[in-house]
């Protein structure tokens, strides 16, 4: 793990980001495993004529990129909340960015805010998680 950290290492503040390309074989992958065959992310022609003029990613293969960060932190959630601000398309470069708010060091659990971005610099997702991190002293 590249951002390995013991729990009493962490700090309110820890930033920790992740960038990718969403292409259209992402797609086509999460749309099998999730079982998600909305138009919008799988037919060009629906999508064309309605709302977005194009088609979208699935929002949570857009939410899902926070979990490579929580992967390296070993970090279990027990609560996740997005809040989907503006749709991404498919070849659009997300920036996700999470930082710990809160430690409970009794419970052993973090608190985290997040952040998605285009490649435009526009907010399209907002997240907040909260969890255990898996790693012990």
Request: hydrophobic content about 40%; overall charge negative; aromatic content about 10%.
């Amino acid at each position: 793990m590249i951002l390995q950290k013991r729990f009493e290492e962490l700090r309110v503040g820890d930033a920790f980001a992740y960038a990718r390309t969403l292409g259209e074989g992402d797609c086509a992958l999460f749309v099998a495993a999730s079982g998600d065959f909305n138009p919008y992310h799988t037919d060009e022609e629906f999508a064309r004529r309605h709302r977005f003029g194009r088609r979208i990613v699935p929002g949570l293969l857009t939410a899902s990129l926070f979990t490579h960060i929580g992967g390296e932190l070993g970090f279990l959630a027990t609560r996740m909340v997005f809040e989907y601000l503006a749709p991404v398309f498919i070849g659009d470069t997300v920036s996700v960015r999470s930082e710990i708010v809160s430690i409970d060091p009794e419970r052993r659990f973090i608190r985290v805010n997040g952040e998605a971005k285009n490649q435009d610099g526009m907010v399209v997702l907002r997240a907040e998680a909260e969890g255990f991190p898996t790693l012990q002293s």
